[in-house]
């Protein structure tokens, strides 16, 4: 069974993706928290889970405050791209910008999204973190690895105000269908073809995305408007295992 894919991206958006609506559920949480309850939330999973796009799309819900922390930055890094992120010139010294990012947060009501958390925790400063809740009592959104929770564990301080862990889900097979209406507007995908690339994937958005354009580059190459699983015999799907040598 195929579809009509013509326009079929028109008004749609990524929020029915699974871990879309794990993320907002989490924010939600965070924001309506009764007083007395912490405002940390960590949303967890494998890479290629649609975590950071989850995040984006929140970022825009909320109008948080969103950074990705990178693997060469310091506390200092950290504080000044949080900043940069609010359009605040950052002040000279560790001790300054962190009440710069604690007062902003407080007047604005807006939350902080801090994307790949890993890096924190590995570079030691993952307590800025925690500075930067007490000191405004703000909502913040930390996403990372599946291993972050268990990483955690180790700050106690931390991960005593966490107020829940939010694990991430494999794309399933609903997950693939949306991808398609939102990618594929040049070929009409069939459904054999989508089980086909999803049982693939092994849970990854990333890859279910991949994998799309592969096949509709391969149809319009072609000359065809749809694609089924028989016309894409012989292809190689993406699947994160390195290639297989040929003799």
């Known amino acids: 069974m195929t579809q009509n894919h013509a326009n079929f991206n ?7 993706l699974t871990n879309v609506a794990l993320c907002l559920g989490g924010m939600e949480r965070a924001l309506h928290r009764s007083e007395h309850l912490p405002g940390l939330v960590v949303l967890s999973g494998p890479s290629g889970y649609g975590k950071s796009t989850a995040a ?7 109008r948080a405050y969103r950074v990705e922390a990178k693997d060469s930055w310091n506390r200092k890094a950290f504080l000044e791209n949080v900043l940069k992120e609010m359009g605040i010139p950052p002040a000279s010294t560790i001790y300054a910008m962190l009440d710069q990012v604690c007062g902003q947060l ?18 030691g400063y993952i307590e800025t973190v925690r500075d930067i809740h007490d000191g405004c009592r703000t909502s913040i959104l930390m996403i990372g690895e599946e291993k972050l929770p268990l990483k955690l564990k180790r700050w106690e301080r ?4 966490i107020l829940d862990f939010v694990l991430a889900q494999p794309a399933d ?8 209406k939102l990618y594929c507007t040049q070929v009409a995908i069939a459904d054999d073809l989508l089980e086909h690339i999803q049982r693939a994937s092994k849970g990854s958005a990333r890859r279910i995305c991949v994998n799309l354009e592969r096949m509709q580059e391969e149809a319009v190459s072609r000359g065809m408007s749809e694609f089924t699983l028989p016309d894409a015999r012989g292809l190689e799907l993406f699947t994160g295992e390195p290639p297989k040598r040929r003799d």
């Open 173 to 180: 097979i609903s997950d693939a269908q949306h991808l398609r």
């Open 158 to 161: 931390v991960h005593g105000r």
């Open 106 to 123: 407080d007047a604005s009501g807006r939350p902080l999204i801090v994307d790949e958390t890993d890096n924190i925790v590995a570079r």
């Open 56 to 62: 984006i799309y929140a970022a825009n819900k909320y």
């Open 10 to 16: 028109e008004g749609l958006t990524i929020a029915p």
